[in-house]
């Protein structure tokens, strides 16, 4: 039997009933995932080592070595913060032309049923691309 989760829907809303909207399951690991990738380490003052250093990252020269960086950095932070969550794959597709890159997280949880989400995040290009 799969584990279920539950937990508030990030980015916090709230239900018709005027209570804070509730994540399951999938969605939780989904939400908990894109919060450690869009965290700094130092933003959270109770824990100023929880997050990525991958939107650091995306304001360095767009090229394959930021890539590999970046797909680095996104697997050890979700290894330290999601236990829950085994990363299958991490793929980056570079857009120099809009100074987007898209990150594609493969992702199994912890009952053994493979989940994917996908997180865009937007870097600023520097010179020298």
Request: with cysteine; glycine share 6%; net charge neutral.
């Amino acid at each position: 039997m799969p584990q279920r989760l539950k937990a508030i829907s990030v980015p916090m809303r709230y239900d018709s009933t005027g209570f804070p909207a509730p994540a399951f399951n999938d969605r939780v690991l989904h939400d908990m995932i894109r919060t450690i990738i869009l965290t700094v380490p130092g933003e959270r003052v109770m824990r100023p080592t929880y997050g990525c250093w991958a939107k650091i990252f995306l304001f360095d020269t767009l090229n394959q070595a930021m890539a590999s960086r970046v797909e680095f950095e996104i697997r050890r932070s979700i290894q330290e913060w999601e236990p829950r969550v085994d990363v299958l794959g991490v793929e980056l597709t570079l857009v120099k032309s809009s100074a987007r890159v898209n990150v594609h997280i493969s992702w199994r949880a912890a009952d053994d049923v493979d989940r994917q989400s996908t997180i865009g995040i937007e870097g600023a290009p520097n010179n020298g691309n």
